[in-house]
Each structure stands twice: as structure tokens, then as C-alpha cells.
């Protein structure tokens, strides 16, 4: 019997962006949605925004492959674009940017409407009552909130229950296990109100394929303008060292550390069955390789008892802010 996981949730961050020509062509993506349903996954996780140099076509391509059609239930986010978050939550930016994603979708609900980023020039009573509204008239099943900080998260979530307005019931965030912040404070808390975690970047962008450390990172997302923000937060010597030491215990193994990573995150993390993983992919064969790598089930005893070691220098040298500045992120 197969080990149980987290709910999987296919990235598409770079469905349409120049950066992957491959992702630009609608029969190559349709063989990406041909591999999902074949594996049972049926959550698509996309945003507005996605990809970062060519925002909506990410969203439009979704909608030209007929995914819904296919049986996939497509989440988004709410637009922001360039490097300023500010007013992206008011009521009126809300409305025209779920109405644009129906369309070009070719939805009448989306799964989870998330607010992708903190707004800090609209109230957030505001924006409570936006996101309310477009649950309140159908456009969604759930609402989420992505990348908000705790204190930020805990205000709007006292003026839903102040106003009677729908509380989220989704946390998007990044997760893996380098990036353990979200255990501290903001999963208990979530937990508390009934609120599942989705966690990005179990890969940490790529740089968890150890491919930075051995100085064979060129030519990766790592080394280009569109991933330069992972690059900013995990290319530090205590980063690397944990990498290192991971290498030591799974190499004789026979165990990738793309791998390790994504088994640690379905099996030994924080994460319940009702959270999920979002994986990225931009080639279907690496698509195929992390989904089954996943369902290799729990990791041996020692890489675990190594991933605890990780978690614990990083904490105690308090290196894990991977807080997302609008301003840093691609496109720059």
C-alpha cells in the first residue's frame, strides 16, 4: 500500500515565459497535463503574474490547452506586476483581475483565489472585503493568502471574523528543508484556524539539486535573472554546508538530492495530507523524475537523522529569512 502524502500541486510559473521557448508551445504543454492527469493530479497552481516577463500568459495557455476541460482545478492568484505590490488588493483591482482570469481560463469558479502578495497601500479591511466578494458571488471555492506576514495574516483574518466575511483557509508559502521558517510560528497558527499550507519551492528553486554547491550550476534558473532571488536567499556558505552534508549521507545511497528533498517534504515534514507540495517543472521529464521520486516513499532512517541536524544548525544560526519583497523578484 502506498505511503500517503500531501495533496500535489503542478507549478506553472513558466508556462508562457520566453525564458522556456519549450513552455511557449501549446503541444508541449498539453504533454505536461497528459502526464498529470495519468498520475492523478488534478490541482493546477498558476497566478496572474506567472510568468514574471510575460504576465497572464501562464493563465492563458492554461486556458488554450483546455485544462479545466481535462478535469484540472485551476488555483490563481490576484495580479501584481513588476515590483510593486501596492494596490493590488483594493476592490476594484480584485474584481478586474479575477474577471480577466475566468476568461481566459475559460472558467465560471476557480479552486483557490489567492492574494499573492502584501498590499501595504489598501486596508486591509479593503482587501478583506474584496476577496470576500468574489467568494460571496461563486468565483471561487476557497480563498487563500500567499507570502502575507504572520502579524499581517492574523489582522485580516480578525476583521473576516469581525465582518462576517469568509476566513481563508489556505496559507501559501515557501517550504523545504532548508527554508523551515513556517514551523515556528505561522504553521501552529494555521493549524489553530483550520487552515491548510501549500508549500513552494520544495527544491528551493533548484538550488536543493545541489547543482549550486558543486559549481555546476550554469545555465540553471540559479544562474539567470528570472531565478536571481533564490540565488539571493540560499547561495550562503551555511547553506551550502548543509547541502554538503547531505551529500555525504545519500550519495552512497544512490539518492539525488532533488530527491531527498521532495521525499523529506511528502513524508517527514511538517506537512499533513490536507497541505500540499507545489511542484515546478519545465521539462516533462523532469516533471516524471520528481513524481516519482515521491513515490519512493519515506527516506532511510540516517538521511532523515541528517535533515534534523540541517534543521537545526540553520535555526540556531538564524539564517532562515526568506521573506518575498515584492522589489526583489523577476523581472528585473
Same mark, same amino acid.
Given at each position: ?103 481566459? $481560463?475559460?472558467?465560471? %469558479? ?13 486596508? @486591509? ?5 474584496? $476577496? ?9 471555492? %476557497? ?23 469568509? %476566513? ?5 508559502? #515557501? ?8 514551523? %515556528?510560528?505561522?504553521?501552529?497558527? @494555521? ?54 552534508? @547531505? ?41 516524471? #523524475? ?43
Amino acid at each position: 500500500m502506498a505511503e500517503k502524502h500531501p495533496v500535489i500541486y503542478f507549478g506553472t510559473t513558466t508556462l508562457g515565459s520566453s525564458h522556456v521557448p519549450a513552455l511557449q508551445d501549446e503541444k508541449v504543454v498539453s504533454q505536461f497535463f497528459d502526464v498529470l492527469n495519468s498520475s492523478g493530479i488534478s490541482q493546477i497552481d498558476t497566478a496572474a503574474r506567472y510568468p514574471p516577463d510575460n504576465h497572464g500568459a501562464s493563465e492563458r495557455m492554461i486556458g488554450r490547452v483546455k485544462a479545466p476541460a481535462r478535469g484540472f482545478i485551476i488555483n490563481t492568484k490576484v495580479l501584481f506586476a513588476g515590483q510593486n505590490s501596492d494596490g493590488t488588493l483594493s476592490k476594484e483591482a480584485v474584481r478586474k483581475s479575477v474577471a480577466n482570469s475566468l476568461k481566459v $481560463l475559460g472558467v465560471e %469558479k476557480l479552486g483557490i483565489l489567492y492574494a499573492h502578495a502584501p498590499d501595504l497601500a489598501t486596508p @486591509l479591511a479593503e482587501q478583506a472585503e474584496a $476577496l470576500n466578494e468574489q467568494y460571496q458571488k461563486g468565483f471561487c471555492e %476557497k480563498i487563500g493568502i500567499s507570502n502575507f506576514p504572520l502579524d499581517m495574516l492574523k489582522s485580516f483574518i480578525e476583521i473576516c471574523e469581525k465582518e462576517g466575511y469568509v %476566513k481563508p483557509s489556505v496559507y501559501q508559502g #515557501q517550504y523545504n528543508l532548508i527554508c523551515r521558517e513556517p514551523e %515556528k510560528e505561522l504553521l501552529p497558527f @494555521l493549524r489553530k484556524h483550520n487552515m491548510t499550507f501549500n508549500g513552494y519551492s520544495p527544491l528551493g528553486g533548484g538550488f536543493l539539486t545541489g547543482k549550486l554547491t558543486l559549481g555546476t550550476a550554469e545555465g540553471t534558473r540559479l544562474r539567470s535573472a528570472y531565478g536571481a532571488h533564490f540565488a539571493a536567499w540560499y547561495d550562503r556558505p551555511e547553506f551550502h554546508d548543509a547541502v554538503k552534508k @547531505l551529500l555525504e549521507v545519500i550519495e552512497p545511497l544512490g539518492i539525488k538530492p532533488s530527491e531527498a528533498a521532495l521525499r523529506w517534504a511528502a513524508y517527514h515534514s511538517a506537512l499533513g495530507e490536507k497541505d500540499g507540495i507545489i511542484l515546478g517543472a519545465t521539462k516533462i521529464e523532469q516533471l516524471k #523524475q520528481n513524481l516519482e521520486d515521491i513515490e519512493k516513499g519515506p527516506l532511510p532512517q540516517a538521511v532523515v537523522d541528517e535533515i534534523i541536524v540541517i534543521g537545526k544548525t540553520i535555526d540556531a544560526m538564524g539564517t532562515g529569512n526568506f521573506d518575498v519583497k515584492p522589489a526583489n523578484l523577476p523581472p528585473k
